[in-house]
């Protein structure tokens, strides 16, 4: 049983108005029950016991050792050939990496039993290529758990997952951070859920539907280890944003119109992201302004450019006609989308760019050089006669 520190938001107005920083308008009312958690999650320590034995350690553990990170190593490493081992490097080969494994997680019930309580979504069936696979590895992944007698390494750690959360639960401003997602956005989840992962590199905000609505996580990597102890902290709202961002986008995806040519320029930055499509970028360009609105850090705009979100200050600019009190994020988004279509039409082809026009001049330019020394060479070269 995962241990929780468990707190519902019943507010009350004295509460609300004693908040500092809130608006009135809040979604988190009294007779809204919204479950919000801090914890470390069985689930994902089974995950990181599988990952932390594969090439994944290069890419999404986390790189400095510590007490934690060198106990899991020196007790799973015996079991690096289990199928559960295997299959994990097979997945990632496939790219089935990053977000995809945590979200197969959360769709599962915590182990020994690891049964699928919630359906495997359409997004995890494609970036695993069936559901035959993802049943397999959670076949191999029970497995793990029992040849490992992972309960074990689980029960001799519960002090450290105790202090992990009690910690966290300070650092965290949960209740704040709800607060502001749902006064900006104007639409509720379900529940809000922060799960520690002491060894990730890396944070993640995947979310689970639940009876119509969704349970949305913000699964955080450390941000530092201080005195041996993971301190986490960074990346909160960012995370949970993407499941108020990313649906919506999804759902208007057809009303976009030449988002390839946004992506284009900016391709070699993304992809260095990890950000593979245009609509990973647009969301990426979305959050990242939003997060600068909320928390009023323009200080940040500069950064964000630089790291190749050239759209971004615009897109703040743009953002400022939206407001939560008269239309939800989602109402505003076909908005949204005409500001990005508009961009998309000021995009000229490569060849049409300052940049591009100079190189192609530059070629024709050699090439002329090219043939004219060419004809030189052969003008000058003897005929030699046939006999």
């Given amino acids: 049983m995962r241990r929780t520190k468990t707190v519902f938001l019943i507010l009350i107005v004295f509460e609300i108005l004693f908040i500092a920083s809130f608006d009135s308008k809040s979604l988190c009312r009294a007779e809204n029950?919204?479950?919000?958690?801090?914890?470390?999650?069985?689930?994902?320590?089974?995950?990181?016991?599988?990952?932390?034995?594969?090439?994944?350690?290069?890419?999404?553990?986390?790189?400095?050792?510590?007490?934690?990170?060198?106990?899991?190593?020196?007790?799973?490493?015996?079991?690096?050939?289990?199928?559960?081992?295997?299959?994990?490097?097979?997945?990632?080969?496939?790219?089935?990496?990053f977000d995809a494994p945590v979200n197969l997680m959360l769709h599962l019930s915590d182990p020994p039993e690891l049964d699928i309580v919630v359906p495997f979504s359409d997004y995890l069936v494609s970036r695993a290529g069936n559901d035959t696979i993802l049943e397999d590895f959670v076949r191999a992944l029970r497995e793990f758990y029992t040849v490992t007698n992972f309960e074990n390494f689980w029960q001799s750690h519960l002090s450290f997952y105790s202090d992990v959360e009690e910690r966290a639960s300070t650092d965290i401003d949960l209740l704040g951070t709800v607060q502001k997602l749902e006064n900006y956005f104007g639409t509720q989840q379900h529940g809000y859920h922060v799960v520690l992962a002491p060894v990730f590199l890396g944070s993640y905000g995947p979310r689970v539907k639940v009876n119509g609505s969704l349970d949305v996580y913000s699964v955080l990597s450390p941000i530092r280890t201080t005195g041996d102890f993971?301190?986490?902290?960074?990346?909160?709202?960012?995370?949970?944003?993407?499941?108020?961002?990313?649906?919506?986008t999804e759902e208007f995806r057809g009303e976009f119109i030449g988002p390839e040519k946004l992506y284009e320029p900016i391709a070699t930055e993304m992809n260095s992201l990890e950000y593979?499509?245009?609509?990973?970028?647009?969301?990426?360009?979305?959050?990242?302004?939003?997060?600068?609105?909320?928390?009023?850090?323009?200080?940040?705009i500069t950064y964000h450019e630089q790291l190749g979100f050239i759209y971004i200050r615009p897109l703040i600019s743009f953002l400022s006609e939206y407001d939560s009190s008269n239309e939800t994020f989602r109402e505003f988004y076909p908005q949204i989308v005409d500001f990005f279509n508009e961009l998309?039409?000021?995009?000229?082809?490569?060849?049409?760019?300052?940049?591009?026009?100079?190189?192609?001049?530059?070629?024709?330019?050699?090439?002329?050089?090219?043939?004219?020394?060419?004809?030189?060479?052969?003008?000058?070269?003897?005929?030699?006669?046939q006999k």
């Fill in 33 to 97: 029950h919204v479950e919000c958690t801090i914890n470390v999650d069985k689930r994902m320590e089974l995950l990181s016991a599988v990952q932390i034995l594969t090439s994944w350690r290069d890419t999404g553990i986390w790189r400095e050792n510590y007490t934690y990170k060198q106990d899991m190593l020196d007790y799973f490493t015996p079991y690096s050939n289990l199928t559960a081992v295997v299959m994990c490097e097979e997945l990632i080969e496939q790219d089935f990496s």
């Fill in 344 to 385: 998309a039409t000021q995009q000229k082809p490569f060849y049409e760019t300052p940049l591009g026009m100079a190189i192609i001049s530059a070629a024709i330019v050699v090439t002329i050089i090219a043939i004219y020394m060419l004809l030189r060479i052969r003008k000058k070269a003897p005929v030699t006669s």
């Fill in 276 to 300: 593979d499509d245009w609509e990973t970028m647009i969301n990426e360009h979305l959050l990242r302004a939003i997060e600068v609105i909320v928390y009023n850090q323009t200080i940040e």
């Fill in 230 to 248: 993971p301190v986490f902290g960074a990346a909160l709202f960012h995370e949970f944003a993407h499941s108020f961002v990313n649906p919506v």
